[in-house]
């Protein structure tokens, strides 16, 4: 009894002691910076801070970083934006059609019949199946173009330009091949 007297007496003591080292910690200043109060004086608006760093920025004259609307586009760039584009456009229309596939009431094929019942022209269809399966076909061969470039093939600019080429030919024939399914 006076083993386990002693043993919570002891647990007590050390909390204790714990507990005003953490006090001590959080009341002590941690170093030399400044606080939130010394880096935004109070009472300022995004506005007069915007201003502020203006001025800074054109008494130390250090140049501006170049804004994207001075640069020449070319096929790299213009392929790097449609990369990216064609990412999120399939991955939200995976999880709408999941979303859908939850959702929905009826199973897949009673909406196709429903598309079909519509007696859309030949013409109509094939286009809308080329327009869906153009960002699914750049976006692989375009990321088959990326996986060569990580292995360190095709990295000049003649390269780069021919294989941009090659994977915009690739999307046409591939997207008109899926089409004509």
């Given at each position: 009894?006076?083993s386990l007297?002693?043993?919570?007496g002891?647990?007590k003591?050390?909390?204790?002691?714990?507990?005003?080292?953490?006090?001590r910690?959080l009341?002590?200043?941690?170093?030399?910076?400044?606080t939130?109060?010394?880096a935004?004086?109070?009472?300022t608006?995004?506005r007069?801070?915007?201003?502020?760093?203006?001025?800074?920025?054109?008494?130390?004259g250090?140049?501006?970083?170049?804004?994207v609307?001075?640069?020449k586009w070319?096929?790299p760039?213009?392929?790097?934006?449609?990369h990216?584009?064609?990412g999120?456009a399939?991955?939200?229309?995976?999880?709408l059609f999941?979303v859908?596939?939850?959702?929905?009431?009826?199973?897949f094929p009673?909406?196709l019949?429903?598309?079909r019942?519509?007696?859309l022209?030949p013409?109509?269809v094939?286009?809308?199946k080329?327009?869906l399966?153009?960002?699914l076909?750049?976006?692989?061969w375009?990321g088959?173009?990326?996986?060569?470039?990580?292995?360190?093939?095709g990295?000049?600019?003649?390269?780069?330009t021919q294989?941009?080429?090659?994977v915009?030919a690739?999307?046409?024939?591939?997207?008109?091949?899926?089409?004509?399914?």
């Amino acid at each position: 009894m006076t083993s386990l007297h002693f043993r919570l007496g002891g647990s007590k003591m050390a909390a204790l002691a714990l507990r005003g080292l953490g006090r001590r910690c959080l009341l002590a200043r941690l170093g030399p910076g400044p606080t939130l109060h010394q880096a935004v004086p109070m009472g300022t608006t995004a506005r007069e801070e915007m201003r502020r760093f203006w001025e800074r920025n054109e008494r130390s004259g250090r140049p501006l970083s170049p804004h994207v609307s001075i640069y020449k586009w070319s096929l790299p760039m213009a392929m790097s934006i449609t990369h990216r584009g064609t990412g999120v456009a399939l991955s939200l229309g995976v999880s709408l059609f999941s979303v859908a596939a939850l959702l929905l009431p009826e199973q897949f094929p009673h909406y196709l019949a429903q598309v079909r019942a519509l007696s859309l022209g030949p013409t109509l269809v094939c286009s809308a199946k080329f327009l869906l399966a153009l960002p699914l076909c750049y976006h692989t061969w375009n990321g088959v173009r990326h996986l060569a470039w990580d292995l360190g093939k095709g990295l000049k600019l003649p390269q780069v330009t021919q294989s941009g080429l090659l994977v915009l030919a690739l999307t046409v024939l591939s997207s008109a091949a899926l089409a004509a399914l």
